[in-house]
């Protein structure tokens, strides 16, 4: 059976509606999947949240899917990854890599604290590549928090191949996230 990992973004849980279109729509596309709760998702610290990864991942898992602040949770877990392992794809919807000046207003001085590690520490890149056959990146049009010239960098970065929805904000239940424009079975 193929097995499926989601990982949930920053202030999230496994329940919420998005996790729970894609837990759906994987089942029936065959898949077993694992949506850990994150720890202490209001204040998400790498090594916690890549712990955590490693707690629930193992080699049947063969897609990997994140939501936000998730997709670096997930990042930083495969640079880790021995050289060995390898993960058929990778799905980064909504991925959140640095906080924009209109963020850090409306959040405030807690979330930049909370945001610097995310944003500061390094992340290698080309082990990713290496690790990863296929890598997908979802964005809004209207999202607040991931402005849509994160495009570049995930094409330059990890070559991935970049899919673009309309008016679906941050893919959260307050941007009135019901399911994704594409479809699952064309991303996996």
Known sequence: MKKALIIHGWDGNPTEPLHQYLRNELESLGYKVIIPEMPNPDTPVIKDWVDKIDEVFDSEVDLVIGHSIGCQAILRFIEKLDSDVFISKI???????????????????????????????????????????????IFSDNDTYVPLDQIDFFKEKLEATIYTEHNQGHFTVSDGFEKLQTSLKDLI
């Open 91 to 137: 799905i980064l919807i909504a991925p959140w890599m640095k906080l924009d000046m209109n963020t850090i207003e409306e959040e405030g001085e807690d979330a930049t604290k909370i945001a610097q590690p995310w944003m500061e520490t390094p992340i290698d890149f080309n082990k990713i590549k290496r690790s990863v056959k296929k890598v997908v990146t």
